[in-house]
């Protein structure tokens, strides 16, 4: 059938959300009063979900006919999870002490067990809400946030894949991840402005601060350097190396598993995409314990990101807005879930006694991932900024095999 659509070219509707996500970036970085009060409030990645979906809404863009989130899945988003995993660095994150991955961790299996938590509180009460079968399954559909919450957008891309979600419901998923998490974040900012006070009432101690800030410090001048052309072919190198064994190894395996063992399929391990994600992740994971880890010096994750904010247009374009009045009842499931999440994290930080800092950033580099947990970093102290990159980076390296495991617990409790 033939397109209605205003632009059906690809090259076009990519030139496009490029123009779009560099007007985002360039009106956030802006020094203009109006703009810095407007990011103050909404943030950069709600628009580059928001602004793609108008492109749908509107007629421009019709993204049935529109092979862009399938060369984004397929392409970038493995090479996006390469990047930004290169740069795990694990002696730094056990050098950053045991509370500070206490909290992290804390915050990632709370979310793990937040999501079937949610679904079997809503389902006592109106179990349609979380019900449906096939593509729309809500529990499907949670499975993108948790792969949000636990990595980023690109495990939460991962997951839209693997569990094989519905646009429909996939649309109100975001909407879902991204106003239950900013919500979170905005309580998260105003803990940071009262840290002292609060530290204080959590008997926490918080003596290691200033030495972290220190090793912080210390890092950023001994890696970074002003990239040239050989480091940006490089990374690209790395990302799209790897991205391409990825997809033949998963073309060779989940094919043999489907064969050899079909009962695997009720896990997604017969599924072609589930392995990309997985083999592109471990092969990041690997090679971070290689001199090609360097490249991050260079700006790999940067690369990766940039890669990552091309993937979040994409699934805009796909984003239908009046799914979230629709149903509104999967907020209550994703203010359930962060709720058991911050619970979790005020409980653990309140026997531990760690300070707010290491909470916060956890809490952070699981639901917000690398856009955000510098952020509330940066919040507590701007050297600190790098070490909520840090710890979403293991986020990211996470996120995949955590979010998998939500997706079957969710399956298993989902009436």
């Not at 290169?86 to 915050?107: C, E, N, Q, W, Y």
């Not at 636990?150 to 109100?172: L, T």
């Not at 979230?324 to 499931?333: A, E, K, S, W």
């Not at 531990?352 to 952070?364: E, H």
């Amino acid at each position: 059938m033939e397109s209605t659509a205003l632009i059906t070219n690809d090259a076009a509707v990519l030139g496009l959300l490029a123009v779009i996500l560099g007007a985002i970036f360039w009106a956030a970085g802006s020094k203009i009063p109006a703009f810095q009060n407007f990011f103050t409030y909404v943030p950069v990645i709600l628009l580059c979900y928001f602004i793609p979906s108008l492109l749908n809404t509107f007629g421009i863009v019709e993204p049935e006919q529109s092979r862009m989130y399938f060369v984004s899945s397929r392409y970038l988003l493995p090479s996006t999870l390469v990047l930004l995993t290169l740069s795990i660095d694990l002696d730094s994150i056990v050098r950053l002490g045991p509370k500070a991955l206490i909290m992290f961790l804390t915050g990632t299996v709370s979310i793990i067990i937040g999501g079937p938590l949610a679904i079997i509180l809503v389902s006592l009460v109106s179990p349609e809400t979380v019900g449906g079968a096939g593509p729309d399954a809500v529990w499907r559909g949670l499975t993108t946030v948790a792969g949000s919450w636990i990595g980023g957008g690109a495990n939460q891309a991962a997951m839209k894949e693997v569990y094989e979600v519905g646009d429909q419901v996939f649309s109100a998923m975001v909407a879902v991840d991204v106003i239950v998490a900013n919500l979170w974040m905005a309580v998260l900012l105003y803990i940071a402005a009262n840290t002292e006070k609060i530290d204080k009432w959590m008997g926490a101690d918080t003596s290691a601060i200033g030495a972290l800030q220190t090793k912080v410090e210390e890092f950023q001048k001994k890696h970074a350097r002003i990239p040239n052309l050989t480091d940006f072919m490089l990374i690209l190198a790395v990302g799209f190396g790897v991205t391409g064994f990825s997809h033949m190894a998963a073309d060779w395996l989940a094919p043999w598993l489907a064969e050899t063992a079909p009962a695997l399929a009720r896990f997604s391990l017969t599924s072609q995409f589930f392995w990309l994600v997985v083999i592109a992740t471990t092969g990041g994971l690997i090679l971070s314990f290689t001199p090609v880890k360097s490249l991050e010096g260079a700006g790999a994750s940067k690369v990766g990101s940039a890669m990552l904010y091309v993937l979040i247009a994409s699934i805009g374009l796909n984003m239908d807005i009046s799914a979230v009045l629709d149903r509104p009842g999967l907020f209550v499931v994703g203010g359930l879930w962060i709720g058991f999440h911050s619970i979790s994290l005020i409980v653990m930080a309140r026997v531990i006694k760690a300070p707010m800092f290491y909470m916060a950033v956890g809490s952070q580099a699981n639901v917000g991932g690398a856009a955000s947990a510098p952020v509330v970093a940066s919040a507590f102290h701007p050297s600190l900024a790098p070490v909520g990159v840090l710890l979403a980076v293991l986020g990211y390296a996470l996120g995949t095999y955590g979010a998998w495991l939500t997706g079957q617990l969710m399956r298993i409790v989902a009436p």
